[in-house]
């Protein structure tokens, strides 16, 4: 029988096929409809829907408070904290858990991937996204960040970039930044917000591999 692994904040699901790839039955519950998830889905909110009955629950609080966007324009205080909560309540929970969130969030030790620790790519170029990990598990081997030669694509907005327009002469396309997530089921807005399956793909086998 499989290990049922509850993905809250689970958006449209990109965290979540990474889990289910890995080898776990997957739930997502998200305070927003999700008509793209691709697993069971249950539209609650994540700080107060029970966390019983799930070997291991993980969590994206939103963002906001903490991304590099914000801080330069000085409004981060404007957004809240919901690290610390979700944190207690996981802890409470007594099940494995693992929390994401973007560079500078309040994360305890965690770890960093990366699409160039996957070889994440597309014609436009390497995929360039790095997010931070923090585990109730202490986890082993985790793959080097190590950026390739060659043009780095983000995922974000429109797919508008300076960056971009100079390296390519063009914006980045849609379909090129789902080839470099590993997504082929998401809205543009759902990408930008999305982790890519190959990471949590990764978390989810090491968790499976580690003894209880």
């Known amino acids: 029988m499989k290990l049922k692994l509850l993905d809250l904040f689970c958006g449209a699901g990109g965290a979540s096929v990474g889990y289910a790839q890995a080898g776990f039955a997957v739930t997502g519950v998200d305070i927003n409809p999700q008509p793209r998830y691709p697993f069971e889905f249950i539209q609650a909110d994540a700080l107060d829907y029970p966390l019983s009955g799930y070997d291991v629950i993980h969590a994206s609080p939103p963002c906001q408070r ?59 170029g390497w995929l360039r996204r790095h997010r931070y990990f923090e585990l109730s598990t202490v986890v082993l081997g985790v793959p080097e960040c190590r950026h390739p030669p060659g043009h780095s694509i983000g ?47 990764w978390i989810g086998k090491q ?6």
């Not at 429109?158 to 090129?176: A, D, I, Q």
């Not at 968790?207 to 209880?212: E, S, V």
Request: net charge neutral; glycine share 8%.
């Open 66 to 124: 903490y991304s590099a966007a914000n801080r330069g324009l000085g409004n981060c205080e404007s957004y809240p904290d919901l690290i610390a909560p979700i944190r207690n309540r996981l802890i409470e929970s007594g099940a494995e858990y693992v929390i994401e969130n973007v560079v500078g969030a309040p994360l305890c030790v965690p770890i960093m991937l990366c699409g160039s620790s996957f070889g994440l790519t597309s014609t436009a």
């Open 207 to 212: 968790l499976l591999d580690t003894p209880a």
């Open 155 to 201: 995922v974000y907005g429109n797919g508008t970039n300076s960056h971009h327009r100079e390296k390519l002469g063009r914006n980045v396309r849609l379909e090129e930044q789902k080839q470099a997530m590993g997504i082929d089921w998401m809205t543009r807005k759902e990408l930008c917000q999305s982790i890519p399956p190959a990471y949590t793909r």
